[in-house]
């Protein structure tokens, strides 16, 4: 997994001497009253930044989550490799936690049964109407399916946006196709039904905020969440 590492650093390296005009770059923030992750509860009031750079479709993002009300929650450090052409897209993302198999909790370690990382591909498409996008774990810390095989584990999500009384909407529905301890699923299961509003709050003539509201339940544990979150960017 370190070529994986290694290849996304080379990549930033590479992207940041591009022509400064040809790269976008984002840089924005989250805040928000729950951690809800498809359908899993990951932590009260968090803060996740993003940091990313993209070039002609490929593109490398860092995104974190660190708990606010709650210094226990668990920290969170991602990073994904993407690609999209038209409506077409693939990524690979390493995620990390300060939880895991490895007890110091060290992000530089990566051997495959002492690694706090979960490795994950993902390959979708955006209809224009909707998306569909499908992700599988494929190395690294992953769980582990009834027979106590490594699970492979994987969730499939349709997500349709829409516009009502001036505010941006999204449906989401998500599954987990098979069993495995990583979504708490012993078979197919629908673990992700949310709604998503998104509304900009002006502050000033030059600077606004967004803000979200979104309900979200899992049929699968028989949960249900309320969250809302506002973004902050330049």
């Known amino acids: 997994m370190k070529k994986i590492v290694c290849f996304a650093m080379g990549l930033a390296v590479s992207l940041g001497t591009l022509a400064q005009e040809k790269v976008e770059t984002t840089i924005c923030g989250d805040v928000v009253s729950s951690y809800i992750w498809r359908g899993q509860d ?13 070039y002609k479709g ?29 409506g077409l897209n693939i990524g690979i993302t390493d995620y990390w936690f300060n939880v895991g198999l490895d007890p110091e909790n060290r992000y ?15 390959v979708g498409y955006d209809f224009g109407l909707a998306s569909l996008q499908w992700f599988t774990n494929f190395a690294g810390n992953d769980g582990m399916n009834k027979d106590g095989k490594r699970a492979y584990s994987s969730y499939v999500e349709l997500s349709v946006p829409f516009k009502l009384a001036t505010v941006d909407w999204a449906a989401t529905a998500g599954a987990v196709p098979f069993s495995t301890d990583f979504y708490g699923t012993n078979g ?27 309900v979200v339940a899992n049929p699968c544990s028989r949960k249900a969440y309320l969250v809302i979150g506002f973004t902050l960017q330049p």
Request: no cysteine; charged share 20%; hydrophobic share 40%.
């Open 42 to 54: 990951l932590g009260d009031v968090s803060l996740q930044p993003t940091l990313g750079i993209g």
């Open 188 to 214: 197919f299961a629908v673990t992700n039904l949310a709604l998503k509003a998104t509304k900009d709050i002006k502050v000033t003539d030059t600077f606004s905020v967004p803000v979200f509201g979104q």
């Open 58 to 86: 490929l593109s490398l993002t860092a995104w974190g989550s660190v708990g606010l009300s709650d210094p226990s929650d668990t920290k969170e450090f991602d990073l994904t490799l993407g690609y999209a052409i038209g």
């Open 108 to 122: 530089f370690k990566y051997d495959a049964h002492e690694t706090n990382h979960v490795f994950e591909a993902n």
